[in-house]
């Protein structure tokens, strides 16, 4: 561990991004494949109310400066509950209560409410990544012993990177996620003959199922993209979410979707249910982001329930813009009873964790270890089961 900073350098703990200039911090964030960790997306959180300390999201972001420039920087965030990561430690939670141990607040590192792969500290291109991540590391650990709290958890981490925070004493964490990749396709029909006959037929059959409905799914992104869509896909969103109770995960206010529309557009990809009989206003909408070569499937709703118009705003239509736009990797969002027959097998992400409680120490990590060999079985069992022709 690094006992102290090297001279020129200093660490600055920041409560909001905005306090660091959008062009110091996207220097660091654009070259990343993640569009989640861009100053645009992470400021509108925060100013939309969406990630506050009301809502148990307190941002709390860790700078790295040499001299006057911005080398390095950890969106961080402390949390008094785990509501949002999409990676369940409500056991060790309950585990910490039974002995006498205080689990939150925590310290997180993930862009909040999003469980997708792409985690890390953003560095400067030229500088040594694990003298830097040390660097940050070490000051995390004295904030985190300082204030009593109880771990750091790094979740959907960039899997380039974990080997990195592994040499630092970090516990890796083997979860799955389930991630369509384009192999090879020139057309949508390129992806259906990977699927066995039946499940091929079951494809064309939900398709069609939307198109008997008369309606249509129209992409849109960029300057098609309106406030008054933007708004409507909240409520899309907020409806989804009210359906499942407590479970819905609805965690984003109508300021947040509103915002998207002043610097996020280029970013964005609506795909829009549009019936023949009205032409104003979509009967569904899936919410997607794209960064590169990679898409990101997040959000979806419908006021009516539409045969197979999920499968199709959410999954089909995606799959068809991908392959027509040179996209390699979909991440469809969380979940993966519907996703694993339509081609999205299970893919291995990870989080990274340090206990500052001994205790807590001694029983999580030969615990964590168990439960990785558990994954890396049903992560076998479940791509053993595809729909796909047998080679």
Known sequence: MVEQLKPRYSVAWINKIAEVPQDAW??????????????????????????????????????????????????LYLKGHSQGEFVFDHQWAELAQRIGVHYYPKMLGMTPFTPVEGYRFLIAPGEDEDEIVAMMVHEIDAFCSKHRLSGCHFLFVDPQWRPILERQGFTTWLHHSYIWQNLGFNTFDDYLAVFNANQRRNIKRERKAVEKAGLRLQPLTGDEISKSLLALMYEFYADTCDKFGWWGSKYLT???????????CHRVLLFAAYSEQEHRQPMGMSFCLFKGDHMYG??????????????????????????????????????GRHKKRRGFPAMPNYSLHRFYNQRLQQILHPYIREVNELEQQEMEAINSELPFNQK
């Open 26 to 75: 996207d220097a660091l964030a654009l070259p990343l494949q993640t569009p989640f960790l861009e100053w645009q997306w992470l400021n509108n959180l925060e100013t939309s109310g969406s990630a506050t300390a009301r809502t148990g999201w307190l941002p709390n972001h860790l700078t790295l400066w040499r001299d006057r420039t911005l080398i390095a920087a950890a969106p």
């Open 254 to 264: 109508k300021r947040f979707f509103e915002q998207l529309h002043t610097h996020y």
């Open 298 to 335: 997040r959000y979806w709703g419908s006021f009516q329930e539409i045969d197979c118009l999920h499968f199709n705003a959410c999954y089909y239509a995606p799959i068809e813009w991908a392959i027509a736009n040179g996209i390699q990797i979909f991440d469809p969002g969380a979940g």
